[in-house]
């Protein structure tokens, strides 16, 4: 059986392994911080780890993007994108003057949830509870279980529906994300890789490229190792070295396998030129759709 570390149980994290592995049995092993889910693997407690890296809304998780690169050498063995859903979760006698009623949003003195999550619903935030203290805390998961703490406070919290399930909250307003295309990426990392029954869309090598100092136009020379052998770079993204100011590495997403003909060729063609030219995986990528499609069967 599979053994997976992740973020608290409810979390978006959470719905998202859930679908991946519908129909496979995999012990799952919670974790209040995602330091904590990346030294469970690495440490070998748990054989992969989740880690969500970007949002459509918010764009790259900067942190869990250093990790991978700074803190752990654990390859990404597959992709796949889920839909961040968050919901108003809180205890509905405390905000609706009876039980058929509608929820009162004045009553709200405080709004929980991690940052990220926070950040994808500020438009409904601030048009119903313009007024609430906004805290964050270290995930949706962890800011339900704080409002479960805290009955007759006028606390809520943005989390899942299944936090609002495991925890015995109700749903005060669904689906509150400012856009309705709201998806997350998730990666797993892990030593072995996995296979799972979906088709997958794509294949997919993630690089991080540190150009040679002093190399005016390195980057256009490097990009150009791809254009002319025309792969496609799903991602291209600057990050500090954290060695010095003014220094940068490139996370390059390019969309075919390592073992394809012409890519490593490519970062041949790139090492050649000074650059340093690290992997931090090879792996397919599956789309919110194609596993839905599968889970269904």
């Known amino acids: ?14 719905e ?20 904590d889910v990346f030294l469970a ?63 009162d949003y004045s009553r709200v003195a405080k709004v929980l949830s991690h940052p990220v999550a926070m950040a994808q619903c500020l438009q409904f935030i601030r048009a119903h509870m313009p007024n609430a203290e906004l805290e964050h805390v270290g995930s949706t998961s962890e800011a339900v279980e704080l409002v479960k703490q805290n009955p007759g406070k006028g606390w ?37 890789p996995v296979q799972i029954p979906a088709p997958k869309s794509e294949d997919k090598t ?17 990009l150009s190792a791809f254009a002319w052998r025309k792969l496609n770079l799903s991602r291209i993204e600057s990050r ?8 940068y590495y490139f996370y390059m997403d ?3 396998p390592l073992d394809s003909v012409l890519l490593p060729s490519a970062i041949g063609e790139i090492e050649a030129l000074g650059c340093q030219v690290r992997i931090l995986g090879t ?10 499609s599968e889970v269904q069967k």
Do not use: C
């Open 206 to 222: 993630s690089i991080l490229v540190t150009l040679p100092e002093d190399f005016p136009g390195a980057l256009h020379q490097v």
């Open 41 to 103: 693997t690495a440490s070998g407690k748990t054989y992969y780890s989740v880690v969500p890296i970007e949002n459509t809304i918010e764009g790259s998780v900067s942190l869990h993007m250093d990790w991978l690169v700074h803190e752990v050498d654990i390859p990404m063995q597959i992709e796949w994108v889920y839909p961040s859903i968050q919901n108003l979760v809180g205890r509905r006698e405390e905000f609706a003057p009876s039980s058929d009623g509608d929820i």
């Open 283 to 292: 792996y397919p990528s599956y789309t919110y759709e194609g596993l839905k």
């Open 16 to 35: 998202a392994v859930l679908h991946l592995f519908a129909d496979e049995p995999v012990e799952l092993i919670h974790f209040k911080q995602i330091s």
């Open 254 to 256: 390019v969309l075919a």
């Open 240 to 247: 500090p070295t954290k060695k010095r100011l003014g220094s």
């Open 1 to 14: 059986m599979k053994r997976i570390a992740l973020l608290p149980e409810g979390s978006v994290s959470h």
């Open 156 to 192: 809520t919290a943005v989390g899942t529906a299944l936090g609002a399930k495991r925890h015995g909250l109700d749903i005060l307003a669904e689906k509150v994300t400012d856009h309705d295309n709201n998806y997350t990426r998730f990666v797993l990392i892990g030593s072995d």
